[in-house]
T-cell receptor, first 114, second 117 residues
Framework: GDSVVQTEGQVLPSEGDSLIVNCSYE??????LFWYVQYPGEGPQLHLK?????DKGRNKGFEAMYRKETTSFHLEKDSVQESDSAVYFC?????????????FGSGTRLQVQP | ETGVTQTPRHLVMGMTNKKSLKCEQH?????MYWYKQSAKKPLELMFV???????ENNSVPSRFSPECPNSSHLFLHLHTLQPEDSALYLC????????????????FGPGTRLTVT
């Protein structure tokens, strides 16, 4: 089964709306947590990160809190802008012992309506 | 050049051709990765190299053959591909997990858009 589950498919908020993109993961380890963003024609780029429990990653008005008790890392923003439109990937590190790479979620396409 | 570069950016090849994708990282990292991105599987890990040694191979068909001659360069050699191999191929680099640096974020190149005809 999937080790990382994030909000499926596409999200279509209007400019100025608040946003939550869910991310939950399964692990017995203590991963670092990342959100990546991918704009059209580009590779994914690091958006924000949190390295330990109760850390909060922040970037461009987005926030995500490392919640160890619920193994979640939801991406939130109070007021989205059209320029935020992109695909967002949740990516915990080292979910399995010996796994050396990040595990990427399926991606959530954010399309902000003007 | 800075970051991670990939060449070519676009490639069209027939099923009987042989081609290679190239990736170069200018970040001083010691781990490199190949990913396949398609509509069916957004980010599918193919290979992982750490300190120039292949440490992960995720059941990738043998028509894909990686090569890592040094910590800055990574190649993906392609031969007798199928149309379903058409996708965006992404290279990434990071510090290796065993380095103890505590910071394992990956940095991606722009990708090679591959079309197999």
């Amino acid at each position: 089964g999937d080790s990382v589950v994030q909000t499926e498919g596409q999200v279509l908020p209007s400019e100025g709306d608040s946003l939550i993109v869910n991310c939950s993961y399964e692990t017995t380890q203590y991963p670092s947590l990342f959100w990546y963003v991918q704009y059209p024609g580009e590779g994914p780029q690091l958006h924000l990160k949190a390295m330990k429990a109760n850390d909060k990653g922040r970037n461009k008005g987005f926030e995500a809190m490392y919640r160890k008790e619920t193994t979640s890392f939801h991406l939130e923003k109070d007021s989205v802008q059209e320029s935020d439109s992109a695909v967002y990937f949740c990516a915990p590190s080292a979910l399995d012992t010996g796994r050396r790479a990040l595990t990427f979620g399926s991606g959530t396409r954010l399309q902000v309506q003007p | 050049e800075t970051g991670v570069t990939q060449t070519p950016r676009h490639l069209v090849m027939g099923m009987t051709n042989k081609k290679s994708l190239k990736c170069e990282q200018h970040l001083g990292h010691n781990a490199m990765y190949w990913y396949k991105q398609s509509a069916k599987k957004p980010l599918e890990l193919m290979f992982v190299y750490s300190l120039e040694e292949r440490v992960e191979n995720n059941s990738v068909p043998s028509r894909f053959s990686p090569e890592c001659p040094n910590s800055s360069h990574l190649f993906l050699h392609l031969h007798t591909l199928q149309p379903e191999d058409s996708a965006l191929y992404l290279c990434a680099s990071s510090q290796d997990f065993t380095s103890g640096s505590g910071s394992y974020e990956q940095y991606f190149g722009p990708g090679t858009r591959l079309t197999v005809t």
